[in-house]
C-alpha cells in the first residue's frame, strides 16, 4: 500500500465521521435517523465481510438465501443497537491522530473523538480498499473491536437457538 492510500484512507475516514455526526445532530426524529444511518452503513461498509466475520463458522454451512437473510437482519440489528445510542455524541467532533497500514487487513486509522464534558475516547477505524473504493471493517472503541464483540454476541445467541439460523434470523428482527 502507498503512502497516498494511507491519505485516501484518512479522508474517507473523516467524510465518513462528517456524515455519523451530520446524522447524530440533525433534529430528525430517531427513526429517521436509523433509517440515514442504515443508508450510510450500507454505502460504506463492507456489509458482506461483516455479517461473514459475526456469523464465523457458520456462514459456510448456509446457502445464498440464507446468507443473504442474515446479513439483512444483522445489518438492520447493528443499526437499531447503535442508533440507540445517538444522544450521548452530540457535540462531537472527531480527530485524527495517525495511520498504520496494516497490510492485508487494510488501514487503521486512529482518531479521537472529541465530545462536550467528557474524556476523548480513542475510535480506530479499520478499512480497506475493495474496487478502488475504501469500506469499513470494523471500529475499535477503547481497544475494543466492535467487530469481536458482535462475534460474541452472535455467537451466543445462535447458541441460544440451538445453532437454528431461522430462530436466529427472526430474533435479529427483533431487537
Do not use: C
Not at 479522508?11 to 451530520?22: E, G, H, T
Not at 473504493?133 to 452472535?154: G, V
Amino acid at each position: 500500500m502507498k503512502a497516498n492510500d494511507v491519505k485516501q484512507a484518512e479522508a474517507y475516514v473523516q467524510n465518513l465521521s462528517s456524515k455519523i455526526i451530520f446524522i447524530i445532530e440533525n433534529d430528525a426524529a430517531i427513526e429517521k435517523k436509523r433509517n440515514q444511518l442504515l443508508g450510510v452503513f450500507k454505502e460504506n461498509a463492507s456489509i458482506l465481510t461483516i455479517s461473514r466475520a459475526a456469523l464465523g463458522s457458520k456462514w459456510r454451512t448456509l446457502n445464498d438465501r440464507d446468507k443473504n437473510r442474515f446479513t439483512d437482519a444483522f445489518t438492520n440489528y447493528l443499526v437499531q443497537k447503535y442508533g440507540r445510542q445517538f444522544e450521548e455524541f452530540n457535540g462531537a467532533r472527531l480527530t485524527i491522530e495517525r495511520s498504520i497500514d496494516a497490510g492485508k487487513r487494510g488501514v487503521l486509522v486512529h482518531t479521537r473523538l472529541i465530545m462536550p464534558a467528557t474524556s476523548p475516547i480513542s475510535v480506530n477505524w479499520q478499512v480497506w480498499q475493495k474496487n478502488g473504493t475504501f469500506k469499513l471493517i470494523d471500529i475499535i472503541i477503547e481497544d475494543i473491536s466492535m467487530l469481536t464483540m458482535e462475534r460474541e454476541e452472535i455467537k451466543n445467541r445462535l447458541t441460544t437457538h440451538n445453532g437454528n439460523i431461522n430462530s436466529l434470523i427472526n430474533d435479529l428482527k427483533l431487537n
